[in-house]
């Protein structure tokens, strides 16, 4: 069944906190869709009709954050929208990847621990493992399950309601991390009435960029001094987040350009100069500013001072 009755307005971006949903609640409000498709990773059919059924119905107990987020604004602008998660894979395969991402989870929390005991080979090893098993993970999500269901949209979305065959054509919003902004050039080829996404400039984690180069057949690291500022991006990226409340995006371009400064001395001396201070009994805070201070490199102090950052690198920031 053609997708040619499908207009579909997509959105990649971020997708963590509350504040990750004002892109898509912006799209919902100008489109009025009459489907809304987010992302559900490693969902079964099963899970994936449970939530979408609590979704239609507005209960949200169970669901936080980002999620719950992004279902109330859809809720406020077009009320009578429908929800499908497009991505459904039998249990064995979901229980598959699930594991292997609690892995490569475990080798970044490895890397940073290593970092900060002054241990910066073994830090940049573990590392690469995290980084590897990562990106192979996700891309067997977007090319084995995702680019399928993209493909045959229109037809999945009729088995899942069918009440909505009588439509001349269907309005989608289709909303995915930025990690899968690929699947944009899949959607282009697969004959939409319409197909669009949005302007803002997309803004990607380590993990994203790490999906979209294993995808495209590229070294996961650009060379071997991006591995270092890699690992740099990942500890300021959640310090940034969790430390000042900087919104995901922002955070993840203030990550990528603060890092570009670190070469691989630099990178050991972090590591030695973190360790020392966390050997004289500073926390890891403060051991975090200090060994930066120390090698001119200081951390911003405020969600402001990285907007600040970033105006300076001419960096359009997004919602605040």
Not at 54 to 60: E, I, R, S, T, V
Not at 174 to 191: I, N, P
Request: aromatic fraction near 10%; hydrophobic fraction near 40%.
């Amino acid at each position: 069944m053609p997708n040619s009755k499908l207009k579909l307005y997509c959105h990649f971006g971020e997708h963590d906190v509350v504040e990750d949903a004002k892109p898509l609640e912006a799209l919902v409000a100008r489109v009025k869709p009459d489907v809304v498709c987010i992302e559900g990773a490693f969902s079964t059919d099963a899970f994936a009709t449970e939530v979408e059924e609590d979704f239609n119905a507005g209960k949200l107990r169970k669901y936080a954050g980002y999620v719950s987020a992004q279902v109330e604004a859809v809720k406020r602008h077009s009320p009578k929208a429908k929800f499908y998660l497009p991505e459904r894979m039998p249990e064995v395969m979901a229980k598959g990847l699930r594991n292997a991402q609690a892995i490569s989870e475990q080798w970044r929390t490895r890397s940073i621990d290593l970092f900060f005991t002054n241990r910066p080979l073994d830090a940049l090893e573990a590392y690469s493992n995290f980084a590897t098993l990562w990106a192979k993970t996700h891309a067997e999500r977007e090319v084995t399950v995702l680019r399928p269901a993209i493909s045959n949209l229109y037809a999945r979305i009729l088995a899942r309601y069918p009440e909505l065959a009588g439509k001349p054509r269907l309005k989608v919003a289709f909303a995915y991390g930025a990690g899968h902004s690929g699947l944009y050039a899949t959607a282009r080829k697969s004959g939409f009435m319409q197909l669009s996404k949005t302007n803002n400039p997309v803004y990607f984690q380590p993990e994203g960029i790490f999906i979209r180069r294993f995808i495209a057949r590229k070294p996961i690291f650009a060379n071997d001094a991006e591995v270092p500022q890699m690992v740099v991006a990942t500890l300021v990226n959640g310090y940034a987040r969790g430390g000042l409340g900087v919104e995901a995006s922002n955070a993840a371009a203030f990550a990528r350009n603060f890092s570009k400064q670190v070469t691989l001395d630099k990178f050991s001396d972090l590591s030695s100069a973190i360790h020392r201070h966390l050997r004289s009994g500073s926390d890891e805070l403060e051991a975090l500013h200090s060994a930066f201070q120390e090698n001119n490199l200081p951390l911003p102090r405020s969600r402001e001072e990285v907007h600040t950052f970033l105006r300076k690198k001419c960096v359009r920031i997004l919602a605040k």
